[in-house]
Nanobody
Framework: VQLQASGGGLVQTGGSLRLSCAASGTATSATRMGWYRQTAGKQRELVADVTSGGITNYSDSVKGRATIVRDNAKNTVNLEMDNLKAEDTGVYYC????????????WGQGTQVTVSS
């Protein structure tokens, strides 16, 4: 297993969640690690990602409400989101990719996040 995701579940509107992803094997050398989400009928979209140097990137939909943190020593990447909205509902996937040789892109198993009042 290269990426193991955890967290998610049912959260109330306005609440918070924390998603964790642990990398192993080749995935520990990922150039970028991040979280994507997918909803029914839509393509998987970036939520946030972070480089090995700590440079972060957030989608406009979560900017100001999300924080992504990568711990290179522990090979983990965590995503915390506040003020959750119904549109945050979806299946969240951890991704680790390397853009220099050897290139790869790994996906963790999806974890369901449901935001409901």
């Amino acid at each position: 297993v290269q990426l193991q995701a955890s967290g998610g579940g049912l959260v109330q509107t306005g609440g918070s969640l924390r998603l964790s992803c642990a990398a192993s094997g080749t995935a520990t050398s990922a150039t970028r690690m991040g979280w994507y989400r997918q909803t029914a009928g839509k393509q998987r979209e970036l939520v946030a990602d972070v480089t090995s140097g700590g440079i972060t990137n957030y989608s406009d939909s979560v900017k100001g409400r999300a924080t992504i943190v990568r711990d290179n020593a522990k090979n983990t990447v965590n995503l915390e989101m506040d003020n959750l909205k119904a549109e945050d509902t979806g299946v969240y996937y951890c991704n680790g990719r390397r853009v220099v040789t050897p290139r790869y892109s790994y996906w963790g198993q999806g974890t369901q996040v449901t935001v409901s009042s």
